[in-house]
């Protein structure tokens, strides 16, 4: 990643009366838990109200689509950027300024066209049974298509954006061939039919389900920082397995956000773009979501810290995109359900 240029974000002063009367309305993938602290900092600071909608991302790109110019939406903001490019694709969004805050934001994490970015990464590597696998024995991502794991791997189903996100990856990297192939040997080592989310795969792992499942560090961070001693206890018996460390790195996406097309409040919303960038709130992404910051130069949780430093994909995110539709039609040609 670039290195981190320190952005000082300093509004209250210089905004007119005029704008601090302003609102933001913001469509949120996110949970509310998950955002709404950095919201109200960011009203503290300016005086500019942030109305929240939460959903689950594919209805709030369909209640944008519906509600068209007349949508009240300034931003979106969800996970993983294929449903960021789904929305551009739709003409649901339009081209962020190219602000001081942005423009450090590494290239790899905006859209070419500037209609997205990323305000926090998140990891997808493999996660095995300490007690039970031998981590040496693991150091790509092929290699969870050899036989020897046939009936030893909980993974969620192909209807999940992160797992079509990192098949597009690999379609990228590796053709569509290579990947195929992979994917066809892959899924015959599942140890049941996918199901569930990330945590359920952690858990399956613990509980011996299965001995190793593919999912984000944001998930285990959750279980281990969790209040309940159950879930701490099941996710400290899982070990996180940086794959491909010495050709491609491992595989990462992240949380973004968009400008809504016809955004109604579009200087205010710019503003909390930037607000969402600096070194603040970058920093309360990494301790309290226990989500990699976007930017260098910004500290980690002690969780984060444990699970050691890694080399990452160097894909352009937008990519992941493009090869949605090629990456699932590869999934079910290789009968993962």
């Known amino acids: 990643m670039k290195k981190f240029i320190f952005f000082s974000f300093v509004v209250t002063s ?22 709404k602290p950095l919201l109200d900092k960011f009203t503290q ?28 939406a300034d931003l979106l903001i969800t996970t993983d950027v294929g449903r960021l490019y789904r929305a551009k694709q739709q003409g649901l969004t339009q081209q962020i300024t190219l602000s001081e805050a942005v423009a450090t ?3 790899q994490f905006r859209d070419e066209q500037g209609h997205w970015l990323g305000l926090s990464l998140r990891a997808r590597p493999i996660m095995v049974a ?3 696998v031998n981590a040496q024995t693991i150091t790509s991502l092929e290699d969870l298509a050899d036989p020897q794991w046939k ?21 990228a990297q590796l053709g569509e061939s290579a990947t195929q192939q992979w994917v066809n040997d892959f899924v015959k080592n599942f140890a049941r039919p996918p199901q569930g989310g990330d945590r359920d795969q952690i858990k399956a792992v613990a509980a011996g389900l299965c001995d190793l499942a593919i999912a984000n560090t944001y998930y285990l961070a959750g279980m281990l920082s969790s209040d309940d001693e159950t879930t701490q206890q099941q996710a400290k018996k ?11 790195g491992a595989h990462i996406n992240i949380s973004g956000v968009a400008l809504a097309k016809h955004a109604p409040n579009k200087e205010s919303a710019l503003l909390l773009i930037d607000f ?53 039609q590869l999934m079910d040609r290789a009968g993962w359900k």
Not at 151 to 171: D, F, H, K
Not at 276 to 292: D, G, I, K
């Open 238 to 248: 899982v070990t996180v397995i940086w794959p491909n460390q010495n050709s491609r």
């Open 105 to 107: 934001v590494p290239s």
């Open 45 to 72: 600071q300016t005086g500019i109200s942030v109305n929240l909608v939460t959903g689950k991302a594919d209805n709030l790109i369909t209640r944008l689509k519906s509600e068209g110019k007349y949508s009240p």
């Open 151 to 171: 009936g030893r791997v909980c993974i969620r189903s192909s209807n999940n954006i992160y797992n079509q996100s990192m098949v597009a990856a690999l379609i």
């Open 14 to 35: 210089l905004l007119s009366p005029l704008v601090l009367a302003e609102q933001v309305n913001l469509y949120s993938a996110r949970k509310e838990a998950l955002i």
């Open 276 to 328: 969402l960038l600096s070194q603040e709130s970058q920093l309360w992404y990494a301790t309290a979501n226990h989500e990699y910051p976007v930017l260098d130069g910004v500290a980690w949780s002690d969780i984060l810290q444990s699970f050691g430093q890694f080399k990452t994909e160097q894909v352009p995110l937008g990519q992941l995109g493009e090869l949605n539709a090629a990456a699932v």
């Open 130 to 132: 300490a007690n039970s």
